[in-house]
């Protein structure tokens, strides 16, 4: 069966029953239809000091075309940990309608380890993209009112600094000239659009702790500059407090339920790629208030998610992780080893071997962060004896564990033996966190500490232009913030063509964004777009309800 049949044959169990898993009081959870809820800001106050459970990050190599299965083993490892006897909950993001109706498609697992409703998840869900679109758009429309009525800010419109945003991928956007039409309509000026998800409300609603955390950010957003080049921040438009309104009900975690019926929280959703990939702070940290076990992702390849989860998001929230899942596949590693597409079902030990390079650099990276990993080969069903052992012993070379999973077939059962091992890591005690760099470190020197050791770029490539943007932050007192990559996925480089582990490459910048409400900077690397295009042939071309009233083409 396809992975949406599959999902429709799910036996759900009322939400009530799924929340009682992690002792959530039925009032306490504000239902969104009989299979998903909002966890009220009032429990989660209520946990207060309880003892936190131990935090397991998912992450992957870097993506290709013949498929990685993160969030699917995300979800496994979720429903293996639970079947081996621990209190387990998982955590991931929500999916973006860009890539839904773009290329990528549903973002809710594989087979028979996904979170379910699918069809809800992949679409309009609990509403939370849509209030997190309109309160951005809010704070700009704020913006060019107070411009329009006199500008008693003194805000220099060459110098405005946001940009509106729209959850959905379309390139025509990207840059336009706003405000023609006439007097009435305000002042003419360049400007552009984001999609949602690269929204530096994405990023805040992901990191606040509660509700007055969230305003205070929201209040901190730099909207633009006067011409003395002083910030002037969205508190100063007075647009905080009704973003916050928009915003209450989005804070509060979605509660959802695996297939196998363990609890699932599902809350933001900012990209690897161009934000800083990981579901909410909120979230993951009432989990870890209410299961021993919170197994978590952060999107992409481990050079962009995970970097970002122990940078930005670990060392923000205070997060201690105990174990890595590094998730691989074969047909991957043929990939990077240079097979093409149409010849991974062939058994290719020698490319196999050739494409662990890529492996091989994700592994060494994430011991830089002191916490303990072990590789999970995602298994497909065109996979040899002989070339799943050439990735167990090239993981042994590297002084780790790989461990063969089938839970897309078989469900949490199918990954029991990586849940015993993730277990024993956790229990061991050997996790000893630390981010990449310190806080002290220059903004231009944080930068280029991840491209050389995370990369193994040669050298950064930035203009005075960006260098002094860089220095300027610094004197205003941002010196200490991380900073939050945009890059390819597809690639250590910022050449998406470019697989393995290359080395001799540079690293241009070709922007600088400061986000100083999330509370990062952003670097925009190469030709990455933080308002993708869609494809020649999107998939939503082939999205229909059928006869039955079903929605196909989704998946």
Same mark, same amino acid.
């Given at each position: 069966m396809s992975d949406i049949e599959i999902a429709r044959k799910a036996d759900k169990k009322p939400i009530q029953e799924i929340g009682a898993k992690l002792d959530i009081p039925t009032e306490h959870l504000l239902p969104f239809g009989h299979d998903k809820a909002k966890v009220s800001e009032a429990f989660i106050q209520s946990l207060g000091d309880r003892e936190n459970g131990h935090l397991v990050l998912v992450t992957a190599?870097?993506?290709?075309?013949?498929?990685?299965?993160?969030?699917?083993?995300?979800?496994?490892?979720?429903?293996?940990?639970?079947?081996i006897g621990k209190k387990a909950a998982i955590c991931i993001r929500e999916a973006s309608l860009g890539p839904n109706f773009g290329m990528k498609g549903g973002a809710a697992g594989g087979?028979?380890? #996904?979170?379910? /409703?699918?069809?809800?998840? !992949?679409?309009?869900?609990?509403?939370?993209?849509?209030?997190?679109?309109?309160?951005?758009?809010? @704070?700009?429309?704020?913006?060019? !009112?107070?411009?329009?009525?006199?500008?008693? @800010?003194?805000?220099?419109? =060459?110098?405005?600094?946001?940009?509106?945003?729209?959850?959905?991928?379309?390139?025509?956007?990207? #840059?336009? *000239?706003?405000?023609?039409?006439?007097?009435?309509?305000?002042? /003419?000026?360049?400007?552009?659009?984001?999609?949602?998800?690269?929204?530096?409300?994405?990023?805040?609603?992901?990191?606040?702790?509660?509700?007055?955390?969230?305003?205070?950010?929201?209040?901190?957003?730099?909207?633009?500059? =006067?011409?003395d080049r002083s910030p002037v921040y969205c508190r100063d438009i007075k647009a905080d407090g009704a973003m916050t309104v928009l915003l209450k009900d989005a804070m509060q975690p979605n509660l959802v339920q695996t297939l196998e019926n363990n609890p699932a929280f599902v809350h933001g959703g900012p990209f690897a790629n161009i934000a800083h990939g990981c579901n909410s702070v909120v979230a993951t940290t009432t989990a870890l208030k209410l299961a021993d076990y919170v197994v978590t992702e952060a999107g992409f390849g481990a050079d962009l998610g995970a970097e970002k989860f122990f940078d930005i998001k670990c060392r923000k929230a205070g997060l201690r992780p105990s174990a890595v899942v590094l998730v691989a596949t074969i047909r991957a590693m043929k990939m990077n080893g240079g097979v093409k597409k149409d010849d991974l079902g062939t058994e290719n030990v020698e490319a196999v071997k050739k494409g662990c390079a890529n492996l091989g650099r994700h592994i060494e990276n994430l011991q830089k962060f002191g916490v303990p990993l072990v590789v999970g080969i995602n298994h497909f069903v065109t996979d040899t004896d002989a070339e799943v052992q050439a990735i167990k012993d090239y993981c042994a070379e590297k002084g780790t564990e790989a461990i063969l999973n089938t839970h897309w077939a078989d469900g949490g059962k199918g990954i029991e033996e990586t849940a015993r091992k993730v277990v024993e890591l956790c229990e061991s005690g050997v996790a000893d966190y630390k981010p990449l760099y310190p806080d002290e470190m220059g903004l231009f020197q944080k930068i280029e500490t991840i491209a050389k050791e995370i990369y193994r770029?040669?050298?950064?490539?930035?203009?005075?232009?960006?260098?002094?943007?860089?220095?300027?932050?610094?004197? #205003?007192?941002?010196? !200490? +913030?991380?900073? &939050?990559?945009?890059?390819? #996925?597809?690639?250590?480089?910022?050449? /998406?063509?470019?697989?393995?582990?290359?080395?001799?490459?540079?690293?241009?910048?070709?922007?600088?964004?400061?986000?100083?409400?999330?509370?990062?900077?952003? *670097?925009? &690397?190469?030709?990455?777009?933080?308002? /993708?295009?869609?494809?020649?042939?999107?998939?939503?071309?082939?999205?229909?309800?059928?006869?039955?009233? +079903?929605?196909?083409?989704l998946f």
């Open positions: 190599i870097n993506p290709t075309p013949a498929g990685e299965g993160k969030t699917t083993t995300t979800v496994g490892l979720g429903d293996g940990l639970n079947a087979g028979y380890a #996904q979170v379910v /409703p699918m069809e809800d998840m !992949n679409l309009h869900f609990t509403g939370d993209f849509h209030a997190i679109t309109s309160a951005h758009n809010l @704070l700009a429309a704020m913006l060019d !009112n107070h411009i329009y009525w006199g500008n008693e @800010l003194e805000i220099d419109i =060459r110098r405005i600094a946001l940009r509106r945003v729209l959850d959905m991928n379309d390139r025509a956007l990207r #840059q336009i *000239v706003c405000n023609l039409g006439g007097v009435s309509n305000g002042f /003419p000026r360049e400007a552009g659009f984001d999609i949602t998800v690269a929204s530096e409300v994405m990023a805040i609603l992901c990191l606040a702790s509660d509700l007055a955390d969230l305003e205070k950010r929201l209040g901190d957003i730099i909207v633009g500059y =006067r011409r770029a040669d050298d950064v490539v930035a203009d005075t232009k960006i260098r002094n943007q860089l220095k300027e932050w610094e004197a #205003q007192g941002y010196g !200490n +913030l991380p900073v &939050c990559m945009a890059k390819t #996925q597809y690639s250590f480089s910022t050449d /998406p063509n470019l697989r393995g582990a290359p080395t001799g490459h540079d690293l241009p910048i070709r922007e600088v964004r400061l986000s100083a409400g999330a509370g990062f900077v952003v *670097v925009v &690397c190469g030709e990455i777009m933080t308002m /993708p295009g869609l494809p020649r042939t999107p998939s939503a071309e082939k999205i229909m309800i059928n006869d039955d009233g +079903l929605i196909d083409g």
